[in-house]
């Protein structure tokens, strides 16, 4: 990149969401402090009436690309925005979040001029009371390229296999309560890496497609950014957290990739591995066994139940490698998995929360 201002290329894909909460999202990207960028809202299907708020919406800011698209998943929707992209660096956001006001500018000066190929900053989890503060605080000083620089982790061949656990484990964390969180959130990409077909999305799944992503990315120079870039909001109308009766095949068949894709001769490899089947089960109980609408009769419950217990991936929780390798949290739920009282044991502590 030149000493010239690069233009960051914002990816926003959005399918028949919260109005309210997409707003928010638009309002932290157009206050930015940097304003070279292009947001790209893409469409995904949504109805005639959203996507008509959608259309209003677009025409408040010539920085605005609108895209309606026939309904076709996340991962083909932001494929389909990186092709329409402009800018120099590709960054995305989804519609029930926001992002810091100065995290443009901060990524922007870590990209320019770098051999850096991507940063990724932090991520802190947000309630929704807190989330307006968060987004209007406008006062809030950018770093200088110096600065930025104590806050730079660079990833070598050294770190690779702590780096890719952290893709699906225990991420990492700093300060107090940020995080590189281990999907999209904070991230910004030179966009001459998308050239490389391993950058685009997966199709065709709709879970841990931007796990898949993330590992891909390992092969080029990231950066972590230890500045809290983005505001996670946990919207129980999530992907993660809707009703899915499909929930076990939308799990098994990206896992098998993500399996793959992993070193689990690698002990470190192999004790994130255990830590993400212990978080895919419990997007099952949450998608399914827990959640309210599922009253399904005797037989299908048995049948999910014997699969889940017997079979790959899931017995591997009750393996002598797992326990071996998991954390003293996750072995106690390997032993309530092992005993069958695992679900049993979410709902009593969700039912607490």
Do not use: C, H, V
């Given at each position: 990149m030149?000493?010239?201002?690069?233009?960051?290329?914002v990816i926003l894909p959005v399918r028949n969401g919260n109005i309210k909460l997409f707003n928010r999202a638009l309002s932290s990207v157009l206050g930015q402090s940097y304003t070279d960028f292009e947001l790209l809202i893409i469409d995904d299907g949504s109805s005639e009436s959203f996507a008509r708020k959608l259309d209003d919406i677009s025409?408040?800011?010539g920085r605005i690309r609108l895209f309606h698209t026939a309904p076709s998943g996340v991962s083909a929707a932001r494929n389909f925005a990186v092709k329409q992209a402009k800018g120099d660096?590709?960054?995305?956001?989804?519609?029930?979040?926001?992002?810091?006001?100065r995290c443009f500018e901060e990524a922007a000066s870590v990209l320019n001029d770098s051999s850096i190929d991507a940063v990724w900053g932090g991520t802190v989890y947000v309630k929704p009371e807190e989330m307006e503060e968060l987004v209007s605080a406008a006062s809030e000083r950018a770093l200088t390229k110096r600065e930025l620089k104590?806050?730079?982790?660079h990833l070598d061949k050294r770190r690779i296999h702590k780096t890719r656990s952290e893709c699906i484990g225990a991420p990492y964390r700093f300060g107090r309560n940020g995080y590189i969180n281990r999907g999209i959130a904070a991230r910004f990409i030179k966009k001459s890496l998308f050239d490389d077909k391993d950058l685009h999305?997966?199709?065709?799944?709709?879970?841990?497609?931007?796990?898949?992503?993330n590992l891909r990315m390992m092969k080029y120079r990231v950066c972590y950014v230890k500045r809290v870039w983005y505001y996670y909001l946990n919207n129980d109308a999530s992907v993660s957290n809707r009703f899915n009766p499909g929930v076990l095949k939308c799990i098994e068949i990206p896992l098998k990739r993500i399996r793959r894709m992993l070193e689990l001769d690698n002990d470190t490899e192999y004790a994130a591995y255990t830590r993400f089947l212990i978080d895919s089960l419990r997007y099952v109980y949450k998608c399914l066994y827990g959640h309210l609408k599922w009253k399904p009769d005797s037989e299908a419950r048995k049948k999910a139940l014997s699969h889940?217990?017997?079979?790959?991936?899931?017995?591997?929780?009750g393996s002598k490698r797992f326990f071996k390798a998991a954390g003293r949290s996750d072995r106690i739920k390997a032993i309530l998995y092992r005993y069958r009282l695992?679900?049993?044991y979410w709902k009593y502590t969700w039912k607490k929360m």
């Open positions: 030149s000493n010239s201002k690069p233009l960051i290329s025409s408040q800011d660096i590709i960054t995305y956001i989804d519609g029930d979040d926001a992002i810091s006001p104590k806050y730079s982790l999305f997966p199709e065709g799944i709709r879970m841990y497609e931007d796990t898949i992503w889940i217990y017997k079979d790959m991936p899931w017995k591997e929780i695992l679900f049993a």
